[in-house]
């Protein structure tokens, strides 16, 4: 006995009032003689379901039913709703989830099933970003291999065939796990350094492998020690993405971070980001190769400034 067609019984009757056996034996596609059994079990389970012979007969639901509160607490509920609105955005169910919301809406007499949004994509994101999420999702569920070109921190390009295994939503971005078949290894591919317009899905399928456990230490773990002071006006972001015992506040009020982590090119670009809010002041080298970025930064902009009018302030 299926609990998923129990359920459609439930629904049904719920949604119309009363269905002849036959009605509900060709919506479950089963015989009438199991939607009899169906109801048996579901009237010995205290569901108060019940059937009438004659004319206007047929399966009954008692008026008002809803799943009993016991078996799904509020919360419970809301979660529910909840995970299915995040899976209508990333499109993950497919068409179906939209009229099961609305199923478990009526069920939990539920009037406002869209009080919650969600939107993966980033501020003033083109409709190729979209359509990209579609296509590597679809390759990911399907099992289809997929190839795109793709660029590193530093904005090195490469070709790539990967076997995409799982999306992951880290830190205000996606990114696609995949077995990558250059570099025959494991591989994590940020979506937005992805070349949308070389996406290509093949038609062929490939077995799944494997999966190792994701690598949740990212960048800001190691065993380097990396020193840094923050302008006060960084407080926010020192604050969001630093963990409170590593901060300390300066009395000048700026702000101390100390990192045990790898200093590899991810960090120093990483780094780069926070522009003058920044001084590095441990590791050394970290520190000269900050310097001169700085300085090759100021030299391409004074390449582009006019020459100064010699009669200026005379």
Same mark, same amino acid.
Not at 119 to 127: I, L, V
């Given at each position: ?5 129990? /359920? ?120 190729? !970003? ?75 399928? /490939? ?34 993405? /630093? ?26 670009? !990483? ?44």
């Amino acid at each position: 006995m299926q609990p998923q067609r129990l /359920f459609e019984i439930v629904y049904l009757l719920m949604d119309r009032g009363t269905s002849t056996t036959a009605e509900l034996a060709a919506r479950l596609e089963v015989s009438e003689r199991t939607v009899r059994r169906d109801v048996d079990a579901l009237s010995a389970a205290g569901v108060p379901v019940y059937m009438t012979r004659g004319k206007g007969g047929g399966v009954h639901l008692m008026d008002g039913y809803v799943l009993d509160r016991s078996v799904l607490s509020e919360r419970e509920q809301s979660d529910i709703m909840a995970a299915l609105s995040a899976l209508n955005r990333t499109g993950a169910s497919g068409e179906a989830s939209d009229e099961t919301a609305a199923r478990l809406g009526r069920l939990f007499q539920r009037e406002n099933v869209d009080w919650l949004d969600m939107d993966f994509s980033f501020w003033g994101a083109p409709p190729n !970003y979209r359509a990209a999420f579609d296509a590597i999702r679809n390759a990911t569920i399907g099992r289809h291999p997929l190839s795109f070109a793709y660029f590193d921190a530093a904005g090195n390009r490469t070709e790539r065939t990967v076997e995409p295994a799982q999306l992951v939503f880290k830190e205000s971005s996606w990114y696609v796990r995949a077995w990558c078949r250059e570099r025959e290894a494991w591989r994590t591919f940020k979506l937005f350094r992805i070349d949308w317009e070389t996406i290509s899905v093949a038609p062929d399928t /490939f077995e799944a492998r494997p999966m190792p456990a994701f690598d949740e230490g990212g960048h800001m773990r190691g065993t380097d020690r990396l020193v840094m002071r923050f302008a006060p006006e960084a407080e926010s972001r020192v604050r969001e993405e /630093f963990a409170p015992e590593t901060i300390e506040r300066e009395a000048d009020g700026s702000w101390r971070v100390t990192l045990a982590c790898d200093i590899g090119e991810r960090t120093r670009s !990483y780094l780069l980001s926070f522009g003058p809010l920044l001084e590095v002041l441990e590791p050394a080298d970290v520190r000269a190769w900050l310097r001169k970025q700085g300085e090759a930064v100021a030299r391409r902009y004074a390449e582009d400034e006019p020459d100064a009018d010699p009669g200026a302030g005379a």
